[in-house]
């Protein structure tokens, strides 16, 4: 999110005559640092850069003296994004290393506040909106040659874990209207683009409600997953995640499709026989866990238990086979016993995960938990729960990648591997796996009588020979079409 978020900010300072992106921060006249609030480390990180940032700005003129600074004025410092929103009144106060404070949802006021500064003032803007989703931003890519893409499809989060920052700092849920959403990607393949990857906080809780009072008929209830719950309620049911992917898969066959942060509640059978059933839409599913206890899940509030998540697992690979699915896990939260710690490793073992993000607990302010619950868990207990965490996890997802050993797979070329930039190749494969190949002539199965070095953007097939935890390898076969491959492997 943070990657698409800088984007549309670069759109709005682009519109309001910025047009210059520099290279390093010592010669930028605004520098904008985009913050995550989730867990404390990542804050710890962002006060060490502005420490950094405060010194390039005390020393401006020695610095253009020396020529380590092309900047013509002392740069503005700019905090964005959820930390700005959850630590405004401290980021404000911190010495004069910030002159902006912008929440996720104001970035359109970033030139007032600005300019708010050149009259000796700090500009500040953490209002959260019910409205915006910056559907008529046009983002201004910060890969410019990248095959890859995200779309933000949706904003903020309703869901109110007991863990979560989130909703206080990126507001309620709000989705974008789905024909801006097909504009965008469409702008996107136009300009070479053959991944896009949707976001949003809750990205599967897209709720397009814009068409009601038009021609969109609301349904009749809203379904989640078997055996899970929310304490949000809907109001109003539009078009669903299902229908967006429908609409985008049948409208860009030769685009691959992938989406991120989904909740394990709003996978309806609807989404998952379109997932099956459209070869663009990649087969690796992102299902946050958390824990594999019934008993902290409850404390948490995510609506479910730990069968109901196993279930849910099940029904997955029974309509998805070869599904690649990946996790979030935290590891010693609020009044985690030795028995829950088990259940969660257990849970590792019994799902087989591709991959998986393991974190130690931090409690955040305003959050349920910093209001009801005692961070009791010791950090080194934490500590040592997490490295067990990771140890069960390594164990287990060999067997994913083993898996794939002897089948041919689609990998979308992302470029060189850094490791044998003249010899190898990388991408990812439909499931989410790094993939790497010889870079050598192979034949093309649009010119059958070309053979040729594959590049960036193509789509390879690959018979995979051999695994390791974190990659396949494999022999490169030919460069083919995303729906000539699936044809061809339906026959």
């Known amino acids: 999110?943070?990657?698409?978020?800088?984007e549309i900010v670069l759109s709005i300072m682009k519109n309001s005559g910025y047009s210059e992106v520099v290279d390093v921060p010592e010669s930028a006249e605004i520098i904008f640092i985009n913050t995550c609030a989730i867990r404390d480390n990542a804050e710890q990180k962002?006060?060490?850069r502005l420490n950094y940032f405060w010194f390039l700005k005390r020393h401006w003129k020695s610095n253009v003296a020396t020529g380590r600074s092309q900047s013509l004025h002392a740069p503005k410092v700019v905090v964005l994004g959820c930390m700005a929103e959850r630590l405004k009144d401290k980021i404000l106060d911190a010495d004069?290393?910030?002159?902006?404070v912008c929440g996720p949802d104001a970035y359109r006021d970033l030139p007032r506040l600005l300019e708010e500064v050149d009259y000796g003032q700090k500009g500040i803007n953490t209002l959260l909106s019910l409205e915006e989703t910056y559907a008529d931003i046009n983002p201004v890519r910060i890969s410019k040659n990248s095959v890859s893409a995200f779309v933000s499809v949706m904003r903020g989060c309703n869901n109110m874990c007991s863990f979560c920052i989130v909703p206080f700092t990126r507001g309620r849920e709000r989705s974008r209207p789905v024909e801006s959403i097909v504009k965008e990607v469409a702008e996107l393949w136009k300009e070479g683009v053959k991944e896009v990857t949707l976001l949003g906080q809750n990205v599967n809780?897209?709720?397009?409600a814009s068409g009601l009072e038009k021609d969109v008929e609301p349904g009749s209830n809203w379904r989640f997953s078997e055996g899970f719950s929310s304490i949000a309620k809907v109001k109003k049911m539009g078009l669903r995640f299902a229908d967006l992917l429908d609409r985008l898969s049948l409208e860009f066959p030769e685009m691959r499709f992938r989406y991120t942060s989904p909740h394990p509640k709003d996978f309806p059978d609807e989404?998952?026989?379109?997932?099956r059933d459209r070869h663009n839409i990649c087969k690796c599913i992102h299902l946050p866990a958390q824990t594999g206890s019934s008993t902290i899940l409850e404390r948490m509030r995510r609506g479910y238990t730990r069968e109901?998540?196993?279930d849910l697992v099940h029904k997955i690979r029974s309509i998805i086979p070869d599904v690649g699915i990946s996790s979030d896990f935290i590891s010693g939260f609020c009044g985690e016993t030795e028995e829950d710690h088990a259940d969660t490793l257990s849970l590792l073992k019994a799902v087989g995960f591709d991959m998986a993000y393991m974190f130690a607990y931090s409690m955040r302010e305003k959050t349920h938990a910093h209001r009801n619950y005692v961070d009791d868990v010791p950090e080194e207990i934490k500590q040592r729960r997490l490295t067990e965490l990771i140890e069960t996890f390594r164990e287990s997802t060999g067997q994913c990648y083993d898996s794939q050993i002897g089948t041919i797979q689609l990998v979308l070329v992302e470029g060189p591997n850094k490791r044998a930039p003249d010899t190898q190749l990388m991408g990812k494969s439909d499931r989410g796996h790094r993939v790497l190949f010889a870079n050598l002539p192979i034949p093309d199965r649009d010119d059958v009588n070309t053979q040729r070095n594959p590049v960036v953007g193509d789509y390879v097939e690959v018979h995979i020979s051999r695994s390791t935890r974190a990659s396949l390898f494999g022999e490169a076969l030919a460069i083919t079409k995303l729906s000539s491959f699936y044809n061809i492997m339906d026959e």
């Not at 999110?1 to 800088?6: E, F, G, K, Y």
């Open 271 to 275: 989404l998952l026989f379109v997932m």
């Open 96 to 100: 004069k290393m910030v002159d902006v």
């Open 1 to 6: 999110m943070n990657i698409n978020d800088m």
């Open 46 to 48: 962002v006060w060490q």
């Open 308 to 310: 109901a998540y196993l």
């Open 205 to 208: 809780s897209y709720n397009d």
